[in-house]
């Protein structure tokens, strides 16, 4: 069955920059694609941006253009998410999701926390 | 972006009782080859979001069949039968079309 587990929780500076990652063990890694979905305290699902690693294809929610990039190491079958310019509304729980050929997401990561604060 | 919207957003419910989510969204779901791309999520308290219902109304691997889902369009429901200790979470629809997939704001179902 597959798992994603990810990296642990993270404390960062308000203009720095954090990567995640997301390690998928127990299944196939290229026929999927990975997204990833943040919640900050007390909110809702906010999707960021998701990349099929059998192409290397990547796309990102507008509201994070040029502060976002995900990014999959095929060898290790680990998926990162990078996010830079951080401010104190990016703290939140941050998951990474599999996507089915559906779009469907049915498999997620335990999530991560980043809290940023100066 | 294409706006989800449920109803309502809290949901008291006792124990063997149904429950009913409604979720609407600002544009049709409905994809040319005739499946709606609309998904269900429950997030249980502390834990990650797990699917439960995709493409409209095909229950995912494992879901019990207390939980069906209908609707085609823009307008969207999920009702559990015979309510459980354990369906307590944040219920949220998702659309699934056009990227960035957006969710709904989450019906928190409690018991």
């Known amino acids: 069955q597959v798992q994603l587990v990810q990296s642990g929780a993270e404390v960062k500076k308000p203009g720095s920059s954090v990567k995640v990652s997301c390690k998928a063990s127990g299944g196939t890694f290229d026929n999927y694609s990975f997204t990833w979905v943040r919640q900050a305290p007390g909110q809702g699902l906010e999707w960021m941006g998701r990349?099929?690693?059998?192409?290397?294809?990547?796309l990102y929610a507008q509201r994070f253009q040029g502060r976002v990039t995900i990014t999959a190491h095929k060898s290790t079958t680990t998926l990162y998410m990078e996010l830079s310019g951080l401010r104190s509304d990016d703290t939140a729980i941050y998951y990474c999701a599999r996507g089915t050929g559906d779009d469907a997401y049915d498999v997620w990561g335990q999530g991560t926390m980043v809290s940023v604060s100066s | 972006d294409i706006v989800m919207t449920q109803s309502p957003l809290s949901l008291p419910v006792t124990p063997g009782e149904s429950a009913s989510i409604s979720c609407r969204s600002s544009q049709s779901l409905l994809h040319s080859h005739g499946h709606n791309y609309l998904d269900w999520y429950v997030q249980k308290p502390g834990q990650s979001p797990q699917l439960l219902i995709h493409?409209?109304?095909s229950r995912a691997s494992g879901v019990p069949d207390r939980f069906t889902a209908s609707g085609s369009g823009t307008d969207f429901t999920l009702k559990i039968s015979r309510v459980e200790a354990e369906d307590v979470g944040i219920y949220y629809c998702m659309q699934a079309l056009q990227t960035p997939n957006t969710f709904g704001q989450g019906t928190k179902l409690e018991i």
């Open positions: 493409l409209g109304s």
């Open positions: 990349i099929i690693p059998i192409l290397g294809a990547t």
